[in-house]
C-alpha cells in the first residue's frame, strides 16, 4: 500500500517523495514543478541538521535521479529567518 499524504502528492514527484521517505528523509512540501505550480521544476523540501542534504543527495544519487540542485534554504517568516532548511530540485 502506498503511503498517504494530505494533499496528495503531485504523479510528477511522488515517486522521489516515496523513495526519500523510505529512506528516512521526510518532507515538508513538494511539487512536480511546471505551470500552474509553486515551483518550475521538481522540488522537494525538507528539514534536517547539516548533514541531512547530503544524505538526501546520496540517496537520490544511488537511485539515479535526475538531480539539478540542493540547496540550504532560510524563509523569512514575520520579518524573521526561519531555518535552515534544505531543498532538492530536480530535471524534469
Known amino acids: 500500500m502506498k ?4 494533499p496528495i502528492l503531485d ?3 511522488e515517486k522521489f517523495v516515496l523513495l526519500l521517505r523510505e529512506n ?17 521544476s521538481p522540488t522537494i523540501c525538507f ?8 544524505r538526501a543527495l546520496a540517496i537520490a544519487l544511488q ?3 535526475p538531480i539539478a540542485d540542493l540547496n540550504r534554504t532560510w524563509n523569512i517568516i514575520d520579518g524573521e529567518p526561519n531555518g535552515p532548511n534544505w ?5 524534469k
Request: charged residues 25%; aromatic residues 18%.
Open 11 to 13: 504523479k510528477g514527484i
Open 47 to 54: 528539514y534536517g541538521d547539516k548533514s541531512e542534504g547530503f
Open 63 to 65: 537511485n539515479g535521479l
Open 24 to 40: 528516512g528523509i521526510e518532507k515538508y512540501e513538494s511539487c512536480q514543478g511546471g505551470e500552474g505550480h509553486a515551483y518550475s
Open 87 to 91: 531543498k532538492i530540485t530536480f530535471f
Open 3 to 6: 503511503n498517504k499524504f494530505s
